[in-house]
């Protein structure tokens, strides 16, 4: 009897063992199809977005023609990549995939892609009902940044003597592009989960296109791979880029005049951004805060929809990760299905979840408070935040893609963007009459 009730027990203990490792593939396999909305769709080609709602069709106009990005000292979008070359690359790459794959490579790469627009740069919101798709048309690679090379001793340069170098001549590029506009900034997107090398050239050139060609604006695209089941693979890739972009941060610093550096994270690329500016605090951890700006110059930075672990965020605000930018946003949403699945992988928070007031004690509240150049927006109000999946919202929320475009662009605070606060100084969201607010705010601009 005793041993019919311990078989009885195994074969329980088994099938619950059975179970648990059923649901997680499961969840596991609806998380990576959720996630793969940080891809892009159909290709090499990308429709642009809505069209933000700062622009009537006169301002519209006089600021998105896609003829800017042919003029000289290059043209097209400037890139940065730790992706081994199509040609070199070790292993299966996807079947879409040209110039680049997504396998790790490194050094870094820089040179520029040749962004194909349709309907001969013809942008008007009135033509919009149709779609308008982008395409990268060729790239130019200048060669491997000699400053620096991202594993340092580790890397042997015997394996890349064959390829061309370049130091200063690509920052010598931007500051010449740098010149030509009003703001003296670099702009970076670094995109997310199972896109190839084009889709953040194409996201860039559209946010480019929108915020009327100033300054720079360069894709940083990491080899994340468009599969589905390589989502984990791409989060240690993540944190390996993560030091590369701190590396590319700090070369731009040194080489270009920009006069800030604003950084635009998506999806799992916040955790590349987030791991570069992690670095970038603990290595100037002596420097003081002024100190550290002036010598990183990274200016506005926003982490949207971002898959990053909460509690590991705090980590980093501990270790003053905050005193590297100017400002940090976070963009969160209470309605993003793919994040709630990556929660549910990872069992824990993601930071681009908006949290409940409750979930949040008054002595957290108070400490984030402190700081001063935080801030958390949130989106689940704004109109078509919901679309899909709802964790596209930056490209398919006007309302959204016009308070980000109104960050980075300007520069103001929260409130002088038409938000409203939700709970003191720290979380802000789009109010039902945000269309007024932000047509007064573009009167005071």
């Known amino acids: 009897m005793q041993r019919n009730i311990q078989g009885w ?22 998380s990576l199809f959720l996630l793969a909305a940080c891809s892009s769709k159909g290709g090499y080609k990308l429709s642009l977005m809505p069209t933000p709602l700062l622009y009537d069709d ?5 600021l998105n023609n896609p003829e800017e990005t042919e003029q000289e000292p290059f043209h097209g979008i400037p890139y940065i990549t730790d992706r081994m070359p199509l040609n070199e690359e070790v292993g299966k790459s996807s079947k879409k995939a040209r110039f680049y794959g997504n396998e790790r490579s490194p050094v870094l790469r820089a040179g520029f892609g040749q962004i194909e627009y349709a309907g001969n740069g013809k942008d008007t919101k009135k033509a919009r009902k149709r779609k308008q798709p982008i395409a990268v048309s060729s790239i130019s690679e200048l060669g491997l940044l000699k400053e620096p090379l991202p594993y340092g001793r580790l890397t042997d340069p015997t394996l890349f003597e064959n390829e061309a170098l370049v130091d200063e001549e690509f920052a010598d590029l931007i500051n010449q592009k740098i010149a030509q506009s009003e703001q003296k900034d670099i702009f970076i997107y670094v995109h997310g989960f199972k896109v190839l090398f084009d889709n953040p050239l194409l996201v860039s050139a559209e946010l480019w296109h929108f915020m009327g060609f100033r300054g720079a604006f360069i894709a940083y695209t990491w080899p994340s791979t468009p599969r ?27 080489h270009t005049n920009a006069e800030r550096i604003h950084i635009i994270g998506y999806s799992a690329g916040t955790r590349v ?26 200016g506005r930075v926003a982490l949207i929809g971002s898959d990053y672990d909460a509690n590991q965020f705090g980590v980093t605000l501990s270790n003053g ?23 549910l992988v990872f069992g824990q928070s993601r930071l681009g979840q908006t949290q409940d007031s409750d979930d949040v004690s008054e002595y957290v509240k108070r400490r984030l408070e402190e700081y001063e150049n935080l ?17 596209g919202y930056f490209r398919k929320s006007p309302w959204v893609s016009s308070d980000i475009l109104m960050t980075m662009r300007h520069g ?3 409130e002088e963007r038409g938000l409203s606060a939700k709970d003191g100084k720290l979380l802000w969201e789009f109010p039902l009459d945000y269309v007024d607010r932000l047509e007064e705010a573009i009167k005071r601009l």
Do not use: M, W
């Open 273 to 298: 951004v987030i791991t570069a500016l992690h670095q970038l605090a603990l290595i100037n951890s002596d420097e003081d805060e002024a100190s550290v700006r002036e010598k990183c110059r990274i």
């Open 58 to 62: 006169e301002a519209y106009a006089l």
């Open 412 to 414: 103001l605070s929260a």
């Open 228 to 254: 589905g089941l390589a989502y984990f693979k791409d989060t240690e890739t993540a944190q390996l880029s993560g030091q590369n972009l701190r590396l590319t941060l700090e070369y731009l610093a040194r």
């Open 375 to 391: 801030a958390f927006v949130d989106v689940s109000k704004a109109v078509q935040s919901r679309t899909g999946e709802g964790h």
């Open 9 to 30: 027990t195994n074969n329980r203990i088994n099938a619950v063992r059975f179970v648990a490792r059923c649901s997680i593939v499961s969840a596991t396999a609806v």
């Open 321 to 343: 990760i905050l005193k590297v930018p100017e400002s940090l946003t976070v963009y969160a949403s209470q309605y993003d299905d793919a994040l709630g699945v990556s929660r």
